[in-house]
Each structure stands twice: as structure tokens, then as C-alpha cells.
């Protein structure tokens, strides 16, 4: 019998896999399936850090400023300790097959699943159905290579912020080499954004800032911001995205799914109890009040991210996005605007 099954190869699957197999005696097989484990070009995946991650995979780029702004105002944040990362879809799967492929007793199979494997463990990363998506993320970001040069230290993380459809959208940019770069327009809503005016807005970004070049490749996604429980159709364990692992507040869950990995490798090797993903009691609070903001007051949204900027320190703000503690979530919401969060805190007391 098969000790673990894992049911899809994307970031979760492949970062367990990977963890597994850096013990050399395992108690049993590990199966990974997932149909598109060939094609992996079609992602960025970005993340902030406070280790060093400059020498994680070739061509991982790291930015130390990040930018947010609207129309009429722009903050621009400086890490000292933490800094935002890029590294490239392709780049992270091959480092994982190549260890993954390694190891006698572990297996990366093309093929889709069907129904709930027979495992000892099963670990389900299949991506959740949009029915239960709180609210959306959606963007479309176009890659292109051109004659100018750019300072490859310096992330457009939220830049133009403004409100329509009912919804926040944003431009996101970021330099991959000094002659390239991905540009993202994104939308934060309670429906999914429109993908042809995603692209529009990305192509209009470009023009509207004299880049000229060559378009190399396009990535596109809704993401959940916020998931709503699940209806019981989780095979075995679920992990990743349908796990709840990606940040409802960001979508961010790169770093999330690599910490959880190695937690649950050294669990699984020690026959220890493995039990469901829980994202911590505070983020999942703080996450469900912007959520609720996105929901009924996307008005407000530029404001909040333009005043937390401006008011928390780089440090403090990439810390607060990839992991909450007590501190930086107070130091992140005295540096909110208090109108829109005392809104979202009396509505839970009335729904209470
Ligand atoms: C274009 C794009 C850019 C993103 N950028 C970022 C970013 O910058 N930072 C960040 O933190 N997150 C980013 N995300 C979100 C990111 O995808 C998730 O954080 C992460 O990929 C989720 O990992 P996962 O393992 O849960 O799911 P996925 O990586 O989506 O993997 C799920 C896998 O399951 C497979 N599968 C589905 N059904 C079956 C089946 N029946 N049988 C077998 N296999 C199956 C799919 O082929 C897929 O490979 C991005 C997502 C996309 C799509």
C-alpha cells in the first residue's frame, strides 16, 4: 500500500514531496499526481522574507523598496531585515523534481486523480471551486523584455490604486532583470475581475509608461481571498490553497506552504498525528475584516493600504503580510485609518 498520496503538484504538493524526501529511509512510497507536472511556466510566485532566499534558485530576484499608491499619493517602504522575493514557477518546480526524482521511494506521476486514492495518507491540493471563494483576486500580468534599463531593487507592489466595479484595482510591477519586467494589473473583489480589462489595464501600463519591447509571456488567476468551509469533498487531508494556506488579506501562501511542509515531513517520518491546516486565530480575524471592507466599503481600500504604509515600517508591514503577531497587528492597525476598521468591528458585534 502507498504511505502518502499526494493529489497535485503545484506549490503544497511538491514542497511536501520534496521535504519527504530529504530522509533517506522513508516508511513507505509517496505518490504525487498531478497532470500538468511538465508545464510549468505559467507562474511567478513572489514572497517577503527575513532570510536571505538571494541564492535560493537561479535567477531569484530580491527587491529591498516596495511602493504603494494611488492616484494622488505614494509611500514608498524600505526592508532593513525582511525583503520582497521573485523567483520563477519553472525554477521552483525543476529544484523540486530533481529531489523529488531522486529518492527511491518517491514517484511524480503525469496523470489526473479521479476519485480518493487508496493511501495510508492522502493529501488533497486540488484547487478549491470558486463557490467557496469569500472574495477574488484576479490579475493578469504580461512579462516583457526591453531596451531600457531598469533599477532591479525597487517592487511597484501597489501602485494607481483605485476603486471601480466595486472593487479595488491596482498595477503591480516588477523588474525580473535590468531589461525586463512583469507587469500585473490585479483586482480585488466580491466578484472575479474581468480578464480582458485586466490585460487592457497591463497593456495600457506599458504604454502609458513609454516601455517598448517584446511581450515573452502572460500569467493569469483568480485567487481566493478568503475561503468558505468546505463541503465535505476534500479527499484525505486538503493542503495548499484548498487548505486555507494562501493569506485571505494578500493571497500570498508561497512561504506559508514551504514552512508547513517541513513541519509536516518531520511529523510524518516521526509517526506522529497529522491534523488539518488552521490558519492562527488573529491573522484569520485581522484577514475576515478586510475581507468584509472589500465586500462593503472597496472605497476605503486605498486609503487603508496608503495610511498603513505610511505609518508602519517596511519591516513591520512585510512581517504583518506573511505571518501576524499581536505586535505588528497593532502597530498595522493604529496605522490604518480608524473609520473603516471601528465599522467592520461594530457590524461583528451586531451580527453577533
Ligand atoms: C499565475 C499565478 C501567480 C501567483 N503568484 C503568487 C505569488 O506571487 N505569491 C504567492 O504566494 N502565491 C501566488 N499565487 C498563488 C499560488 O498559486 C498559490 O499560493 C499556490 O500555487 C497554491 O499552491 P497549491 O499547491 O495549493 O495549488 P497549485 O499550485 O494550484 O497546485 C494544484 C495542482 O493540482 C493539480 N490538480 C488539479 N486537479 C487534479 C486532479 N484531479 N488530479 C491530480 N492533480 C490535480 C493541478 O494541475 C495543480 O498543479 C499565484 C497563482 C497563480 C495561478
Redesign the pocket.
Known sequence: MVWIHI?????????LASELSKYPRLPGSVVV?????DSRD??????WSDRDHSNFLPGTSQYSKWVVSSESKSVTQTGKNWHYY?IS?RAFFEKCKKVIERHPQCFLNN????SKPSAKYVFD???PGTNRFRAYQS?V?IEIKCEHDFATDIALLMTNMRTEDAGLYFEYMLPITDTSLLIESTYFGTIPGNMDNLERNSLEWIKNNNLTGQVIRK???H?PMGLRPSTNDDWGIP?????G???ASS???????RAWAKITAKKLTAGQPITKYRSPLLETWMDLQLIKIIQKKPQYLPKIFLDIAQNTKGDDFASFLTKTRPLNALQVITGAPAKPFLESIMQMFKEK
Open positions: 493529489v497535485g503538484g503545484g506549490v503544497a504538493g511538491l514542497s499526481s498531478d497532470p500538468n507536472i505559467d507562474r511567478t510566485y513572489s514572497f521573485r514557477g496523470e489526473t486523480i479521479g491540493s486540488r484547487p490579475f500580468g500569467e493569469k488567476a485567487i493542503i495548499g490553497a484548498r487548505g494556506m494562501t493569506r493571497g500570498y501562501g508561497f512561504m506559508n506552504m
